[in-house]
């Protein structure tokens, strides 16, 4: 009965995994990343938005 308790939750939660679970940034990337988050964001307003892409 366990061994099918097991199976059981092991169908249901594997699709909900992370694939990428294990495995590791490239150092490029990761300090891409950092620099990206680090830096002080420019809030542009809606309508200067508009002006642009519109």
């Known amino acids: 009965m366990e061994d099918l308790e097991n199976l059981i939750e092991e169908v249901i939660i594997e699709p909900l995994d992370d694939p990428d ?5 490239r150092e490029e990337f990761e300090n891409e990343l950092d ?3 680090n830096k002080q964001s420019k809030i542009i ?3 200067e938005v508009m002006k ?3």
């Not at 679970?21 to 940034?25: F, R, V």
């Open 21 to 25: 679970g294990g495995l590791q940034l």
């Open 35 to 37: 620099r990206r988050l």
């Open 45 to 47: 307003p809606h309508a």
């Open 52 to 54: 642009i892409f519109a």
